[in-house]
């Protein structure tokens, strides 16, 4: 079955980086669009940022550009978010997500806290 699996959160302070990482298993990972998404509490969860099967093209929310770096690793069937110039509005689940027949796939999510 799909499984995604999220890694890398933890606690940083303000300007800080992190690297998420999602290793996806169940259905063939280079052929489908991966995304990032985050929820941070009393909030909805949000897109943070896409990026298409080939890794060629990639989107990210206004609030993240020039900060935030997503890409994959199709032989690993990984994909990354690179996270730099963290701030506290940051904090939030980060999860790994991909869509197959209209069916939403979801990971666990991993804890990003922002703080100093």
């Known amino acids: 079955q799909v499984q995604l699996v999220e890694s890398g959160g933890g606690l940083v302070q303000p300007g800080g980086s992190l690297r998420l990482s999602c290793v996806a298993s169940?259905?063939?990972?280079?052929?489908?669009?991966m995304s990032w998404y985050r929820q941070a509490p009393g909030k909805e969860r949000e897109l943070v940022a896409g990026?298409?099967?080939?890794?060629?093209?990639?989107n990210y929310a206004d609030s993240v550009k020039g900060r935030f770096t997503i890409s994959r690793d199709n032989a690993k069937k990984t994909v990354y978010l690179q996270m730099n110039s963290l701030k506290p509005e940051d904090t939030a689940v980060y999860y790994c997500?991909?869509?197959?027949?209209?069916?939403?796939?979801w990971g666990q999510g991993t804890q990003v806290t922002v703080s100093s």
């Open positions: 997500n991909t869509i197959m027949r209209g069916y939403d796939y």
């Open positions: 990026i298409a099967s080939t890794g060629i093209t990639t």
């Open positions: 169940g259905f063939t990972f280079s052929v489908y669009a």
